[in-house]
């Protein structure tokens, strides 16, 4: 899905075509408080608040007898998910939003949504590893899944709150960092099971 809507850029087909529509409505329809709730949660999400959380899940789950691969993972995800947005920026260069619709401070290129790709990376390898290590039922498991998808869609959500990135930036960052987060996942626990 990241390839397919990185192709549209350069055509403005597809999922790009509706980018200006959707940002309207976002623009149109925020409130003073919904910018308030998207910049806490776009501060909750972002990689700085990820590592730490990452870290303390990481030590936790090490000092219950998880093999130290399988309990970082969701650190590894995050890195490399981060290592990966931040590349595609460099590389697509895609201009954000009009700054007068942004309602925050933004520095780097907008495709993909770097706050997308990490929350992606980093909420669904933890859900995933929680799942694999601690959860006996199978309630739980999808609850935790479910849980996972939904902090990193509200992530990407505040996202477009905020005017600063366009539809197609945060749907390719979800993609990318649900890519990244199943291989790492399946990876470390291939290492941590062998």
Known sequence: MFLAIAQELAGGGGLVAHDEAVLTWFVDHRTDAWISAARFVSTIGGFTSLLIVGVLVGVWLRTRGWRLVLAFAPVVALLLGSLASTTAKAHYGRDRPPVAVQATKVTLAAFPSGHATDAASFF????????????????????????????????????????????????????????VAIAVVLALWYVATR
């Open 124 to 179: 669904l390898a933890v859900s995933f590893v929680l799942a694999l290590t601690i959860a006996a039922r199978r309630y739980v498991k999808v609850l935790l899944g479910v849980g996972g998808v939904a902090l990193a869609g509200l992530v990407g959500l505040s996202r477009l709150v905020l005017g600063v990135h366009w539809l197609s930036d945060v749907v390719a960052g979800w993609a990318l960092g649900t890519t």
